[in-house]
């Protein structure tokens, strides 16, 4: 067993946050502001606005149409700068943007998406009142508060002196002490589910953030070898593109059993997602629909596994084995399983979550979600004496900076990260990652014109940018409680509250769930 | 080994433009007219394209079906004279239960037989009332596989409407020394209802009594309603009659292999005499799922009848309350009285109301029900937008009475293709191969009082508020 305290003197650099605004000419934000033609170009608005929602340049006079998602809305009413108020020819109108209403869904309603975008072009938290943090699901995370902290317990440090990471190997094994500087990293999305750009650049993220992404079960492209230190290298049951030397390059191999969208369904690459290069990539035929089947025909009990959790260490003695698993009722069984097969990581994916193409009935319905699963698995691994030895890591549905500290705080070491990451690059939630030619905004597609769509510069600053916005709420809530590292907050439930379980007295002092109504 | 079963579906496009979520809203004053860069050029579905289309043909605009809401058009016009909303028509299909997501997912799958799918992960709230609240369960390491469960490895969806022995006994020579039942088998665990509303002239019930035989199911059919036209699906057809008026209906009686009588005190005493038009009859109980639906069942139990069929109303509850319980808890009621008085195996149970998904099939089977009916996902299949016209006697929006029978029945099998598809997904993922052993089986699903109370409760004690506010 290895010391899990937090390291002082190691201490993260963080990336720089440069400003990445969106791809489209038409943001979409929260408010609508609008000019009319009584606008005289006096030039109040640019003049007056501290968000740059009026745009102006030298040397040209006319009118610009704002950029209404900077927009503080009605809040801004209150501000000697109100735009509208102080335009000499009330040209100026605002109102919220109807088309909310059709943006997002229970789980990631429109403002947390919104505020997404904010975040990964600004890197900083939106300055427009939008919720970030609850989603009107009406339970699990969008239930659960942390308490109010004693004040003073509030320590005067800054976001750079409190760290954030999370230690992947506990065993004591003799393998390298790898450690994360962020308790997140990138799920497995594989090369022909997305394009390639978004691939690397999630790589070049996770380089420059000090933390991994993962190739998922598409191959391993070589755009990913200069970062091959902070890649996993995915080994699922279709085993495509897996070589010995993907699993050499690899400072961790993710054994994929199952996963939160589709437990039990193993994966389904639709063959008009098969082009020449993804065949190429996983060494099959072109147009083909490729079946990863369900589950490792080669695995039918804890011995079989750690058979291949045995050979993925003879071939490279410096990695780590991570067990990505779902969430049913024998979760905590599995976890315990995986541990003394030589596990160090178990993974444990929700079932409200996924990135990819995946049967309706299978998200909404099978396994359970991974609010029930963080708490019963910790509990047993720490009932079993192990707990202080395996790296827990949950995924699925875990969607904003305080899901991951929530996530944490119910029992994880850290999490695993997909849509929000593909909302970091504008992606909506329309669903149709599967369909026709994938993606139209060229995240989930690896078609000849759509999956040029994104530049790597652009997504992986955007990713970053994202990252860092969350990681200053990690940080604040980690000051609240007086903690200098997010490991202290590891199992922390005594800080937690459910709306649920609280009388009405204690209720009313917490946040209320949102509860919209949608048309889903 | 027997003939594996398989649903073939057939793509049976709509014939009216069925009604989609989203409508683009654009500020046409506000186009600039020669724009290079126009999106609607540029959109990756086509839809306007397919709008032109319709322009020439000097129909209705409509692309509302085929938009795949990418708002690519809202973000990317030059003008930025796009807005979208949601379609004012699309809010008015159905109700809280029937809602719009599931007609537009039925009409789907009666298009298209596929099962639906999307990326992104679950877009619904975190719990729900009755069957959505609770999940499945599944096993990492499992048989069946599941690149084989749609062939290879054959999972059996078949389940039985025939009453059995108690126990079997044999003489002291190994052979057979009980008189078995003959056997009434049905390849799918569902079967058809006559719709309680809708459109049913035309050739509405023809089309799905049609269906019925191709799929080997049987459907439920009020007596009356049966004409000449309907005897070649006979045998799959069950008359729904009464003890007093099932002798008005012997000449379909004797075409049937199934007769249903409606539950009425006596009931027990007009079997044989039932039994009688047509000896071999297999008989079902109609009894209304109320409070008293326990007792009764078990009443029932001890008559001849083969299968106690119970009728929800359309959302999936409890009759003749004003706190109805939904489906989940009535099955498991009923289920259970007979289980703890040793009679489960001798009868079997089926549920009809509220079943709208593939989902709420695999429940009902969890929680206890043999099988399930569907009705108004049959009228939908049909494109009805559930807008309830008909019973004001106004005229049906897309013409249900003019449907086709070839192309309705191939509308509601390719429905039962990805009604039964979804079913053998979920029960691969269980490792079950028998639907007739996921009945009652809740040690394979998850309940969410159970999840709240293991899970929660020792982190934040009592729970205060029920899990559906």
């Known amino acids: 067993m290895t010391n899990d305290k937090w390291d002082p003197n190691k201490k993260f650099q963080l990336p720089e946050i440069v400003e990445t605004p969106s791809r489209f000419r038409n943001t979409i934000g929260k408010y609508i502001i609008r000019r009319n033609a009584r606008c005289v170009s006096c030039g109040l608005c640019a003049e007056l606005c501290p968000c740059g929602v009026h745009p102006r340049y030298e040397n040209y006079v006319l009118p610009l149409r704002p950029l209404a998602h900077k927009c503080m809305g009605f809040e801004c009413k209150e501000n000697d700068f109100f735009c509208v108020d102080r335009c000499p020819e009330k040209a100026l109108t605002l109102k919220v943007n109807p088309i909310l209403e059709t943006l997002g869904d229970y789980r990631w309603p429109s403002e947390m998406l919104i505020a997404h975008w904010e975040m990964a072009e600004t890197g900083n938290l939106p300055k427009v009142g939008l919720e970030h943090s609850l989603g009107c699901s009406g339970g699990g995370f969008d239930k659960i508060r942390f308490r109010p902290a004693e004040s003073d317990k509030y320590p005067d440090i800054s976001d750079e002196d409190i760290d954030t990471s999370v230690r992947l190997n506990k065993r004591g094994d003799g393998r390298p002490e790898k450690t994360i500087s962020i308790p997140c990293y990138g799920g497995g999305m594989s090369y022909g589910s997305t394009a390639l750009s978004v691939m690397v650049s999630r790589a070049r993220a996770a380089a420059r953030l000090d933390t991994l992404t993962c190739t998922g079960e598409g191959g391993y492209p070589l755009d990913l070898l200069p970062f091959k230190e902070h890649v996993i290298t995915q080994l699922a049951t279709g085993l495509f593109g897996v070589r010995e030397e993907t699993i050499q390059f690899a400072p961790v191999v993710e054994f994929k059993y199952a996963q939160g969208a589709k437990p039990g369904l193993g994966g389904h690459l639709l063959g008009d997602k098969v082009t020449a290069n993804v065949a190429a990539m996983r060494e099959t035929v072109k147009g083909n629909a490729l079946f990863s089947p369900f589950p490792f025909h080669s695995v039918y009990s804890v011995e079989d596994h750690k058979k291949h959790v045995d050979w993925v260490k003879e071939i490279n003695p410096e990695v780590l084995v991570s067990v990505k698993v779902s969430t049913p009722t024998d979760v905590d069984m599995v976890a315990v399983g995986s541990y003394h097969a030589g596990a160090h990581i178990i993974h444990i994916d929700g079932s409200y979550g996924g990135t990819g193409a995946a049967p309706d009935i299978a998200k909404k319905n099978i396994a359970m979600p991974i609010e029930y699963a963080i708490p019963k698995v910790h509990k047993f691994l720490t009932d079993e004496g192990v707990r202080d030895e395996i790296c827990l890591i949950a995924s699925g549905g875990i969607r904003n900076a305080t899901d991951v500290v929530k996530a944490i705080a119910l029992g994880a070491d850290g999490v695993v990260i997909g849509t929000a990451e593909l909302v970091a690059l504008e992606c909506v939630r329309c669903g149709n990652c599967e369909s026709g030619r994938g993606c139209a905004r060229g995240i989930a597609s690896t078609d000849p014109e759509l999956g040029e769509m994104i530049t790597r510069d652009w997504s992986e600053q955007r990713i970053i940018n994202m990252y860092m916005a969350w990681r200053k709420q990690w940080c604040e809530i980690l000051r609240t409680y007086g903690m200098r590292s997010i490991r202290e907050l590891r199992g922390r439930t005594d800080l937690l509250v459910h709306l649920d379980y609280l009388d009405e007295s204690e209720r009313i002092k917490y946040k209320p769930a949102p509860m919209k109504q949608m048309i889903i | ?469």
């Open chain 2, 1 to 469: 080994m027997p003939k594996k079963y398989n649903i073939m579906m057939e793509t049976a496009p709509p014939r009216f433009h069925p009604v989609g979520k989203y409508a683009t809203v654009e500020f046409r004053e506000d186009c600039a007219g020669s724009c290079r860069e126009c999106v609607k050029k540029k959109c990756v579905s086509g839809i306007f394209k397919e709008n032109y289309l319709h322009a020439i043909s000097m129909e209705e605009p409509e692309y509302l079906y085929t938009c795949q809401s990418c708002f690519r058009c809202v973000q990317e016009c030059t003008r930025g004279i796009f807005s979208r909303v949601i379609d004012p028509e699309y809010r008015t299909l159905g109700d809280d239960y029937w809602r719009p997501d599931i007609l537009n997912r039925t009409w789907y799958q009666a298009h298209t037989g596929k099962v639906p799918v999307s990326g992104a992960g679950y877009r619904g709230p975190f719990v729900g009332k009755g069957f959505d609240s609770m999940w499945t369960d599944m096993s990492e390491i499992v048989r069946p596989t599941r690149d084989g469960i749609h062939g290879r490895e054959y999972i059996n969806t078949c389940i039985e409407l025939s009453r059995r022995p108690d126990r079997l006994k044999f003489r002291d020579d190994m052979s057979l020394g009980t008189d078995v039942p003959p056997i009434l088998e049905i390849p799918v665990p569902v079967m058809f209802q006559h719709p309680k509303f809708g459109v049913s002239g035309g050739n509405v019930l023809l089309t799905m009594a049609r269906a019925a035989h191709e799929l080997g199911t049987m459907m439920f059919i009020r007596a009356e309603d049966y004409a000449d036209a309907f005897a070649p699906y006979a045998e799959n057809l069950i008359p729904c009659l009464t003890k007093d008026n099932y002798q008005d209906f012997a000449d379909i009686i004797s075409k049937t292999r199934m007769a249903e009588l409606a539950y009425a005190s006596g009931i027990e005493n007009e079997l044989d005499k039932l039994r009688s038009l047509h000896p071999g009859l297999f008989i079902s109980i109609g009894i209304p799922l109320n409070k008293k639906a326990a007792s009764c069942a078990l009443e029932l139990v001890q008559t001849d009848a083969d299968t106690l069929h119970f009728y929800a109303d359309d959302h999936g509850n409890e009759l003749d309350t004003e706190n109805p319980r939904s489906l989940k808890d009535t099955i498991r009621e009923i289920h259970l009285r007979l289980v703890e008085n040793n009679m489960r195996q001798k009868i079997n149970l089926v549920f009809s109301g509220g079943i709208a998904m593939a989902e709420h099939m695999a429940k009902a089977i969890i929680c206890g029900a043999d099988g399930v009916t569907v009705d108004n996902s049959l009228l939908i299949a049909l494109e009805c937008r559930l807008c309830y016209l008909c019973k004001a006697d106004k005229p049906c929006p897309v013409k249900l009475e003019d449907a086709d029978p070839d192309w309705g029945s191939q509308r509601i099998i390719n429905l039962m293709c990805a009604w039964r598809n979804q079913l053998l997904e979920v029960m691969g993922a269980m490792g079950i191969r028998e639907a007739r052993r996921l009945r009652g089986e809740v040690g394979r699903s998850m309940r969410f009082e159970d999840l709240e109370a293991e899970n929660f409760g020792p982190i934040f004690g009592e729970r205060k508020v029920s899990g559906d506010k």
